[in-house]
């Protein structure tokens, strides 16, 4: 088990913050016994902590330095911290939506936006 800015990590399970970051945490623990345990894993990226809003989950940098980009349509959505973690995801996608933010939580809210329209795609290359 390791602590990582204040969340937790253990190998078989995966702490989800069910609450945007203006609001007060709201943590949820996924075991590997737990039916959406294998979908949170395929979506949680390193470097990142996992949310979940409208049963969609998302990533959220583990550290907070600008730039930020929000990922809305890509290999993984969310918002990520800086090219180097985000252009993987979004380099080579066709139809890939993001953009730069310098607030984690304008980001945020641009992805949680996008998942309330149904717009919020994980896409393959």
Known sequence: ????????????????????????????????????????????????????????YYNLPLEWSPPFYFVICGLHIGVFAGWDITGPKVSKVSGAMYAGYSFLEA???????????????CMSM
């Open 107 to 121: 980001g945020e809210r641009k992805v949680r936006q996008a998942i309330e329209r149904g717009e919020a795609e």
């Open 1 to 56: 088990m390791a602590v990582d800015g204040g969340i937790t990590f253990a190998s078989n399970s995966i702490q989800v913050n069910n609450a945007s970051l203006t609001d007060p945490p709201m943590i949820s623990v996924l075991s590997e016994g737990d039916v959406d345990y294998p979908m949170a894993l395929a979506k949680l990226v390193d470097s990142c902590m996992l949310a979940k809003f409208n049963g969609i």
